[in-house]
């Protein structure tokens, strides 16, 4: 088993549910803040380094309410987008693994914010915006074949959509300011550190689902000893994995170290 496998097993239980909900709620609060006066958010909730020195800790967490736009129509729409991609990979995913992606964003906007300030003397207001476009990059490499309608009218693959934002963030790299620079590298860093270190960068697309099965045709039928109840994996499939029954299902039912929390119990 993998150290993040072996971490995971240990504090999957801890993990947040429906992690997405709350982050709508801090994005929402923050296009009425917007509306009423945006001056309170800087003023009182932004990500300012020196103040969080000075004992206003509460902005390490506040600076997140913050709203895709001032624009109600397009606030809307990105919430829903945002919910929906999320809650998509935390149900994918599972609980913990969208949880540590999550926060590992938000520990990254929170360490540009201060290599901007100790390292160039910059105070800048970090935003959520890499960290929403974060959710969206992750969904297009799970499901790179996901089509998405743009404006309702234009159909584009989400590994298209994905590409389309990597050459406009890699452009901006180029072209931008030392805070557009490091603002990006740490979110491409953050974004590549989770992938690897839990190995799900082969995304889960329909022509992977049959090369799996055509595979398993071929190969001598032989005893499974583990088997999870909700994904069907075996260990077998998962070497590295561990299997275990849950006590509160109504029966014998086993579940892989991904699923043993987050799976709906059997009554």
Same mark, same amino acid.
């Given at each position: 088993?993998?150290?993040?496998?072996?971490?995971?097993?240990?504090?999957?239980?801890?993990?947040?549910?429906?992690?997405?909900?709350?982050?709508?709620?801090?994005?929402?609060?923050?296009?009425?803040?917007?509306?009423?006066?945006?001056?309170?958010?800087?003023?009182?909730?932004?990500?300012?380094?020196p103040?969080?020195?000075?004992?206003?800790?509460?902005?390490?967490?506040?600076?997140?309410?913050?709203?895709?736009?001032?624009?109600?129509?397009?606030?809307?729409?990105?919430?829903?987008?945002?919910f929906?991609?999320?809650?998509?990979?935390?149900?994918?995913?599972?609980?913990?693994?969208?949880?540590?992606?999550?926060?590992?964003?938000?520990?990254?906007?929170?360490?540009?914010?201060?290599?901007?300030?100790?390292?160039?003397?910059?105070?800048y207001?970090?935003?959520?915006?890499?960290?929403?476009?974060?959710?969206?990059?992750?969904?297009?490499?799970?499901?790179?074949?996901?089509?998405? #309608? =743009?404006? /309702?009218?234009?159909?584009? &693959?989400?590994?298209?959509?994905?590409?389309?934002?990597? @050459?406009?963030?890699?452009? $901006?790299?180029?072209?931008?300011?030392?805070?557009?620079?490091?603002?990006?590298?740490?979110s491409?860093?953050? #974004? =590549?550190? /989770?992938?690897?270190?839990? &190995?799900?960068?082969?995304?889960?697309?329909?022509?992977? @689902?049959?090369?799996?099965? $055509?595979?398993?045709?071929?190969?001598?039928?032989?005893r499974?000893?583990h088997?999870?109840?909700?994904?069907?994996?075996?260990?077998?499939?998962?070497?590295?994995?561990?299997?275990?029954?849950?006590?509160?299902?109504?029966?014998?039912?086993?579940?892989?170290?991904?699923?043993?929390?987050?799976?709906?119990?059997?009554?």
């Amino acid at each position: 088993m993998s150290f993040f496998n072996k971490f995971e097993h240990k504090f999957s239980k801890y993990a947040i549910h429906n992690l997405m909900y709350y982050f709508v709620v801090l994005y929402a609060i923050g296009f009425v803040m917007s509306i009423v006066n945006i001056q309170i958010y800087y003023e009182y909730l932004a990500l300012d380094v020196p103040k969080v020195l000075h004992g206003q800790i509460w902005r390490l967490i506040t600076w997140m309410i913050y709203p895709p736009s001032n624009n109600i129509l397009f606030s809307a729409l990105m919430l829903w987008m945002y919910f929906s991609l999320g809650n998509t990979l935390e149900n994918i995913w599972g609980a913990f693994r969208f949880n540590v992606f999550m926060l590992m964003g938000v520990f990254f906007h929170i360490l540009a914010a201060f290599i901007l300030y100790f390292g160039f003397g910059l105070r800048y207001a970090i935003t959520p915006d890499n960290l929403n476009m974060s959710i969206l990059l992750a969904f297009a490499l799970t499901f790179p074949d996901m089509e998405f #309608f =743009i404006y /309702f009218v234009l159909r584009i &693959k989400a590994k298209y959509l994905a590409l389309f934002y990597i @050459v406009i963030g890699l452009y $901006n790299f180029i072209r931008g300011n030392q805070v557009t620079r490091v603002t990006l590298f740490l979110s491409g860093l953050n #974004f =590549i550190i /989770f992938f690897v270190m839990t &190995k799900m960068w082969r995304g889960i697309t329909p022509k992977r @689902v049959v090369q799996k099965e $055509n595979k398993t045709k071929i190969k001598v039928p032989s005893r499974t000893v583990h088997k999870c109840a909700v994904c069907g994996r075996t260990e077998k499939d998962m070497p590295d994995m561990e299997f275990r029954y849950c006590s509160k299902c109504n029966g014998n039912y086993e579940y892989c170290a991904e699923h043993l929390y987050t799976h709906k119990h059997i009554e």
